[in-house]
């Protein structure tokens, strides 16, 4: 029996119809694998399990180093990655928090991977350690010029233990000296007398001297702050309360700036441009803790500040708020005073003493460029963030020429540019009256903006100057989590 005219016709219809569905679904349908893989099978590790043991513990120390002292959870990523592949591991696994750091090696079907974890107890500033640590892994990983192949791993973990157990590079008094030149310099930011250049300094000398012993005592960094703050502001309320008395010492006609380098002082070492780095590649939760610290130490200074200043108002002693300081910058001053800030940071932070004229010149110029952008760009927070551009862009070259870490040219090309003289308004706006709330959200505002083009103009000057100079694959690894699956 064959078929009918009309079954023929039905077959032919259901064969075209068939035939228009795989066309439509060969145009539409993916025919490479996902941009971004959920999961993937790392490749099996032959090597020993000595071997891997032994470099999960130097990476894991080069990383808690990183950590430790600043570094971006990417930059730890990357570098961890760097090492482990410089010596055979190509399957590791790296987790970043803020507090902890976690090492994985799938070692294949065959074998029982491996993970270890390190808590980073310390928190320091430290920069020519870290600085050290990048030359050792450049050495590690071939890049630092040598041909000789990778340092073994028991040489390495014992140089590394060594750079880690290196004495500073200065003495104390050289850090306090250095705390007392960054105060100096935030007054002659502000072009005022030589008397308050001095009593700035004292000042700063006494803040260090204070959270130096807090520390020791192990009190929170909260409160640290806060009587560091309370002792700043207490010295500027003296000042204030001599001349309503006829007492005024020569040249002290503008006590305000000692609040004001107290406050940039103090903040000069919080992790605002790494806690923003780390939120744009993309490790939220490191980002998340990092921020909170800044907010609690923001916060200490703000209650110590505003303690002081409450009970002098109370008092009845003529606090006031300069409204010329900030207003009207200087070119000349404003340089010199951010050259000054450079040099202070320099030696608080332990940077080699041959780069001190250097970061010094990123101040100056990075302040330079903002003085003549602030006219063009009065908008809150846009001539901070164009200058910010500029450190982050002179940070990453000025380490991948010179391996000084990113992050100590970056903080220094922009301490100057910290809203000291908004928060002290914004707080004293609130201390003064009953409506302080009101009349202190502008200069909040300000402050807030100030912040943040700071820390966003660091991020996307130095993300930029990475994407020209290109990234290495294990860069590219770190950074891919901030990717959405495509």
Not at 64 to 85: C, I, P
Not at 247 to 259: D, E, F, R, Y
Not at 384 to 402: C, K, S, T
Request: contains cysteine; proline residues 4%.
């Amino acid at each position: 029996m064959t078929d009918g005219p009309d079954d023929r016709r039905e077959v032919h219809r259901r064969r075209v119809s068939r035939s228009l569905l795989q066309l439509a679904g060969g145009a539409i349908r993916g025919l490479e694998t996902p941009t971004q893989v959920i999961s993937v099978v790392a490749a099996d590790d032959q090597s020993s399990q000595r071997h891997a043991r032994e470099v999960i513990d130097l990476c894991l120390r080069a990383g808690e180093a990183m950590l430790a002292t600043g570094a971006s959870a990417a930059d730890v990523v990357a570098t961890v990655l760097r090492m482990s592949n410089a010596y055979g591991i190509s399957a590791m696994h790296v987790d970043i928090t803020f507090t902890s750091i976690t090492v994985s090696i799938h070692r294949g079907m065959n074998e029982d991977p491996m993970s270890v974890m390190r808590i980073v107890k310390v928190r320091t500033t430290d920069y020519s350690r870290l600085q050290d640590v990048y030359l050792l892994i450049d050495e590690i990983t071939g890049e630092g010029g040598g041909h000789g192949g990778p340092v073994a791993v028991a040489e390495a973990r014992e140089r590394l233990n060594t750079i880690l157990t290196r004495p500073h590079p200065y003495r104390h008094w050289v850090v306090r000296a250095g705390k007392a030149v960054l105060a100096a310099g935030v007054v002659v930011l502000f072009n005022v007398s030589f008397v308050l250049v001095i009593v700035a300094a004292v000042t700063a000398v006494i803040s260090d001297i204070i959270t130096r012993q807090l520390g020791k005592w192990s009190v929170p960094g909260f409160f640290a702050q806060m009587a560091a703050a309370m002792a700043t502001t207490s010295i500027a309320v003296l000042l204030f309360w001599l001349r309503s008395l006829g007492i005024q010492l020569p040249g002290s006609n503008a006590p305000t700036v000692i609040v004001i380098a107290g406050i940039i002082m103090l903040l000069s070492g919080v992790g605002l441009t790494a806690s923003a780095r780390d939120a744009i590649d993309g490790y939220y939760v490191t980002a998340t803790a990092r921020g909170m610290e800044v907010v609690m130490l923001t916060l200490g200074l703000a209650v110590g500040i505003s303690i002081v200043l409450g009970a002098a108002l109370r008092m009845g002693v003529p606090v006031t708020v300069a409204t010329s300081l900030g207003d009207d910058i200087r070119f000349v001053p404003g340089v010199v005073g951010s050259a000054l800030i450079g040099v202070g940071f320099a030696l608080t932070s332990y940077v080699r003493f041959r780069y001190v004229p250097l970061m010094a010149a990123v101040a100056a110029l990075v302040f330079a460029l903002y003085a003549i952008v602030l006219p063009l760009a009065s908008q809150p927070g846009l001539a901070p963030g164009v200058a910010g551009v500029a450190a982050g862009v002179i940070g990453y070259l000025i380490y991948r020429w010179l391996k000084v870490p990113e992050s100590a040219m970056t903080m220094a090309g922009i301490i100057a540019l910290i809203p000291g003289l908004a928060v002290y308004r914004a707080l004293y706006g609130f201390m003064d009256s009953e409506y302080g709330i009101i009349s202190a959200l502008p200069d909040v505002v300000v402050a807030l903006a100030t912040g943040i083009g700071l820390a966003a103009g660091t991020t996307i000057g130095g993300f930029g100057a990475r994407r020209v100079f290109g990234l290495d694959r294990q860069a590219t690894v770190a950074l891919q989590r901030n990717r959405g699956v495509r």
